[in-house]
């Protein structure tokens, strides 16, 4: 199935739209639900902690700082008008042997696994990537454990740099979380691997 099939895309008032999800600018009522899945305990499993509510809207303050500063950022996602969480790209703020580059993630809530929505939504950012923002590679990295979002980064077409496995600096040493792995896919391989 080509791309075209998959999705439609809008490009109004930063508004991208596929077969069954909405991904738009960040509102002032998606604070609340997102503090929420960032206070899950199963949404985080693979993060070092839960947030705070005040580390969460940090978070979304950052996320729309993003947007100003690089025309792209972790989109807010909806499905069937309801806020999930989010899927978007974003520059690491850390040093490492890949960066400086752009990373393409996602975070969900609970209510939304296991619908293809991560998938969906990765692969409508991915297309804006490489369409309209004209990158050339983005990456992907999570921790060793997290195999829900490793597949997510497989069935979009990224390709693990097993070479580029690494100690994220940002996680404190000894723990379970702070090996990651490394996914690439470059705007040629991506048009191929669809």
């Not at 025309?71 to 989010?86: H, K, L, R, S, T």
């Given at each position: 199935?080509?791309v075209?099939?998959?999705y439609?895309?809008?490009?109004t008032?930063?508004?991208?739209?596929?077969?069954?999800?909405?991904l738009?600018?960040?509102?002032?009522g998606?604070?609340?639900?997102?503090?929420?899945?960032n206070?899950?305990?199963?949404?985080?499993?693979?993060?070092?902690?839960i947030?705070?509510?005040?580390?969460s809207?940090?978070?979304?303050?950052?996320i729309?700082?993003?947007?100003?500063?690089?025309?792209?950022?972790?989109?807010?996602?909806?499905?069937?008008?309801?806020?999930?969480?989010?899927?978007?790209?974003?520059?690491?703020?850390?040093?490492?042997?890949?960066?400086?580059?752009?990373?393409?993630?996602?975070?969900?809530?609970?209510?939304?696994w296991?619908?293809?929505?991560?998938?969906?939504?990765a692969?409508a950012?991915?297309?804006?990537?490489?369409?309209?923002?004209?990158?050339?590679?983005?990456?992907?990295?999570?921790?060793?454990?997290?195999?829900?979002?490793?597949?997510?980064?497989q069935?979009?077409?990224?390709?693990?740099?097993?070479?580029?496995?690494?100690?994220h600096?940002?996680?404190?040493?000894?723990?379970?979380?702070?090996?990651?792995?490394?996914y690439?896919?470059t705007?040629?391989?991506?048009?191929?691997?669809?």
């Open positions: 199935m080509g075209s099939t998959r439609r895309r809008l490009m008032d930063m508004v991208i739209e596929t077969e069954r999800l909405v738009r600018s960040w509102r002032d998606d604070r609340e639900p997102f503090a929420a899945l206070a899950d305990p199963e949404v985080m499993e693979h993060f070092p902690a947030f705070s509510r005040e580390e809207d940090a978070m979304v303050d950052r729309k700082a993003g947007f100003d500063m690089h025309g792209f950022g972790f989109w807010a996602v909806e499905a069937a008008g309801a806020f999930i969480g989010f899927t978007g790209l974003s520059v690491p703020r850390f040093t490492a042997h890949f960066t400086p580059c752009v990373e393409i993630g996602w975070r969900l809530a609970r209510s939304a296991g619908y293809g929505y991560a998938s969906e939504a692969a950012v991915l297309d804006d990537a490489f369409g309209r923002l004209g990158l050339s590679e983005v990456v992907s990295f999570t921790a060793v454990t997290n195999e829900r979002s490793q597949a997510v980064m069935r979009i077409g990224m390709v693990r740099d097993t070479e580029g496995d690494f100690d600096p940002v996680v404190p040493e000894g723990s379970r979380l702070r090996r990651h792995v490394l690439r896919v705007n040629p391989s991506y048009g191929s691997a669809r």
